[in-house]
């Protein structure tokens, strides 16, 4: 149900939705100008009637609009013009969408036009990301009637032809937009399917399909983990019947000779919390505990996609966790790869188990430029920063800083926390080289300190998206549980400092 999305020149439309947009005193573009002007009066009547101002995504709409040829007429504010830049324009691109699709219309127009000025073809380009991010919606398992949904919605794609000047150069564009859209979108599916379809072996098929955007996939099994001794990783997989998987995604866009730089994934299917089990409210969530897995497909999916000019290594551990009588107890004591001895304190800290694993086989295996891994790691980091900012931990400034003007960028933002040799000792024990949790207290920060144990000095961040990659607050391009956070972050944090360089 994703909208066909053209662009084209902007012309007057002749019939079904038309979008156009006003500034706070109501001017429109020019072809919109000229559209509305046989319909005496009929914008300042309406705006007036209904308190419209054009203030920034605020919406007026009219049904069969007196003098015009189009069935409905959707005005969209645009506050102050001079103020949008490309989130806002994505975000006006979801305002339209939502707007259109109340209408359930199968086809609309947009006139997408300033009123005193030329619109770049970039910022058409975020307008339809940020419409097609809107019109997502995870509905595959609900029934459906034969031609409409059980909520009267359409079943047939909205065909969205978008008019704006120097179309021919916003088509070009929308080729790689469009890849990381689609990237965002797997990720976001990934997140919503129930663990009894998205198991271990089903996400690795998954990642499997990218090898038809010229993406290189290896999957390690069960049996070549325990020849690599991947032992922490393997604890948590054992009381499931779901075998375990290592997915490694390789893109090799850049020079030759060039290092990759690297992205690992917790993909932890389902986590119950194993024989430190969960409690049952809210446990089904846990089907989203595979995020930062989901985000890493996504973004391999969006450089392959616009053919990103670096070399990229994707990796994701897969497992489930559960409480079966072959699972890891708590004081267990496990060996990683990296040598590393490991006491289980609570089996329910498990994803920075599967990670610990999956970095030391990163570094050790493609001497990356830097590593970036993604988890859904600990509750704690919402408890410190909510749902609006995933919360990072690096040991070095420059790539956290790049990192943090991506998130600015693309309003997927990220606050930096600390990391130091007093949080170090709270994961220190008498019985092995560290324990799995440094229990309540600064619980991301010691689960950060854990991780920097298995990247042997690579630059690093380690990005917790616990709070951000699902039940996260609606936007206007995002209104399921799942958002994708993630892809849009890191494909700008390549594009604007590692491709080509």
Known sequence: MLPDISFANPAAPKKGVAVVFADEKLKLGPVAGEYLAGADGLLEKAAKAASFKGKANAILDLIAPAGLSCDRLIVIGLGKPGELGESEWMKL?????????????????????????????????????????????????????????????????VKLAIGVENARDARKLWTAGDGV????????????????????????????????????????????????????????????????????????????????????GKGVVFDTGGISIKPAGGMEDMKGDMGGAAAVTGLMHALAARKAKANVIGV?????????????????????????????????????????????????????????????????????????HAGIFSNDDELAENLAKAGKATEENVWRLPLSKDYDKLIDTPNADMKNTGGRAAGSITAAQFLQRFVNDVPWVHIDVAGTAMGSPKTEISKGWASGFGVRLLDRLVAENYEGK
């Open 181 to 264: 859209t689609d990237g965002v979108i797997l990720a976001r599916d990934l997140v919503n399917e129930p663990a009894n379809v998205l198991d271990t072996v089903e996400f690795a098929k998954r990642a499997k399909a990218l090898e038809a955007l010229g993406v290189e996939v290896e999957i390690l099994e069960e049996k070549d983990m325990k020849k690599l001794k991947m032992n922490a990783l393997l604890g948590v997989a054992q009381g499931s019947v779901k075998p375990p998987k290592l997915v490694i995604m390789k893109w090799n866009g850049g020079k030759k000779n060039d290092k990759p730089i690297a992205f690992i």
């Open 316 to 388: 994701i551990g897969l497992v489930e966790n559960m409480p079966d009588a072959n699972a890891q107890r708590p004081g267990d004591i496990v060996t990683a790869m990296s040598g590393a001895t490991i006491e289980i304190i609570n089996t329910d800290a498990e994803g920075r188990l599967v990670l610990a694993d999956a970095l030391w086989y990163t570094q050790d295996r493609f001497k990356p430029r830097f590593m970036i891994n993604l988890a859904t790691l600990t509750g704690a980091i919402i408890v410190a920063l909510g749902n609006h």
């Open 93 to 157: 691109g979801g305002v339209a969408m939502g707007a259109i699709k109340s209408t359930k219309a199968t086809a609309a127009t947009v006139l997408l036009e300033l009123p005193d000025a030329g619109l770049a073809p970039e910022m058409a380009t975020s307008f339809a990301a940020g419409a097609k991010l809107r019109a997502y919606t995870f509905d595959k398992y609900k029934s459906k009637k034969t031609n409409d949904d059980e909520n009267g919605e359409p079943t047939s794609p």
